[in-house]
């Protein structure tokens, strides 16, 4: 049996195919990133006119790969929200067309509940009852799942999403977008102690908020500004009269501001999703999300599961960022529960689990 995956919530348009052992027979991708980074973020009307575009030959590319035809699939599965509702449209509405066409069955899939089952994607997959922390663009959110559609929602931002700040400092720092990996790359060279920001732990709730970080860090960046952006206003660079080492002064405090916060971001989703294990006491946690492909939080969740003796599960990281596999692994879940969507299936901006 194989199943469609579609994703087009965001500015990735994705496709895949995925059987019913949860093997992924093909998984492709076809980013936007070079559209939307002179912009420094998404750009929605652009994101969904390059969707109209790629889709039909990111799905046949996806067939092509799977070496199947559209006449061998069991059902297409396909994200209906949360996301921008342009892009959601197109996905959705290319479902519908190969749902009737081909008279296979049409299933809905929310995009976090994608994200949560891309962890079965694997030949260990979790148990349940487990703790998961989604963690992307749009959302940063800790659930408690007891099975299959079973998703208790324990806590989630209050503002920005980890990922959003992560773009935010990246078009702060001059880095563009998405800022996530260019940050994870720099900071590796950083000091994550140069700069002790404050961590908003929150220790009365779940809840995330990182806006006052990013305020945090524009600040930061003001005040090194000199540095930063014009060396010449610099006096110290200035009389250096070596450009070469005037550069690499302005690199290793952009480094560091990079790996400060990072370390401030990461420290907040391992403290709090320790928290989360000791209050539902569940023992097993998933990480999933753009930011799940961090080098440093996947290594500090791991490093805490041994400390804890909490199993911890991690898909790989091309899984971590927006695909399609995760949907149809989603979707195989609904096709044997016998949920399936309507022609009148209409895309959701606001979509919680
Ligand atoms: O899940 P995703 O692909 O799309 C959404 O559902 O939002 O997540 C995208 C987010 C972006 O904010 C991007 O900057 C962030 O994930 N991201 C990362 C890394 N790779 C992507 N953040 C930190 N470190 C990374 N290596
Ligand atoms: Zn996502």
């Not at 079973?150 to 806590?155: A, C, P, Q």
């Not at 529960?337 to 959701?348: H, Q, R």
Request: negative net charge; contains cysteine.
């Amino acid at each position: 049996m194989f199943i469609l995956g579609i994703d087009t919530s965001c500015d990735d348009t994705a496709a895949a195919v995925v059987d019913n052992e949860f093997n992924i027979i093909s998984n492709i991708v076809s980013s936007q990133s070079d559209i939307h980074a002179k912009y420094g973020g998404i750009v929605p009307e652009l994101a969904s006119r390059r969707h109209i575009e790629m889709i039909w030959p990111v799905v046949d590319e996806a067939l092509k790969a799977a070496g199947i035809r559209l006449e061998d699939l069991s059902a297409v599965a396909v994200c209906h929200g949360p996301g921008l509702i342009g892009s959601l449209l197109v996905g959705c509405s290319f479902a519908k067309a190969l749902s009737f066409s081909k008279n296979i069955p049409l299933i809905a899939v929310n995009h976090l509940e994608g994200h949560i089952f891309s962890c079965f994607l694997s030949t260990h997959p979790p148990d349940f009852p487990f703790i998961s922390l989604v963690v992307s663009g749009g959302h940063t959110s800790l659930y408690r799942v007891d099975g299959f559609g079973s998703y208790k929602e324990l806590g989630r931002t209050r503002d920005d999403a980890a990922g959003e700040a992560y773009d935010k400092v990246s078009k702060l720092l001059g880095l563009g977008y998405p800022g996530g990996p260019v940050i994870d790359g720099l900071a590796e060279d950083g000091n994550p102690e140069a700069i002790d920001f404050s961590r908003p732990y929150m220790p009365e709730s779940l809840d995330f908020s990182f806006s006052g970080l990013k305020t945090a860090v524009r600040s930061k960046i003001q005040d090194t500004r000199y540095m930063i952006h014009d060396e010449g206003y610099n006096p110290e660079v200035k009389k250096s009269e070596d450009v070469h080492r005037a550069s690499c002064i302005v690199h290793q405090v952009i480094k560091d501001i990079a790996a400060s916060f990072q370390a401030c971001i990461v420290d907040v989703l391992v403290r709090k999703t320790e928290w989360a294990v000791g209050k539902e006491g569940v023992k097993r946690v998933t990480l999933s999300g753009g930011v799940a492909a961090n080098g440093e939080l996947r290594r500090r969740m791991k490093e805490i599961g041994n400390e804890k003796g909490i199993e911890i599960f991690i898909p790989s990281v091309s899984l971590c960022t927006d695909n399609a596999a995760m949907i149809a692994a989603a979707g195989f879940h609904h096709l044997r529960a016998g949920n399936f969507a309507g022609m009148d299936l209409n895309p959701k901006a606001y979509l919680p689990l």
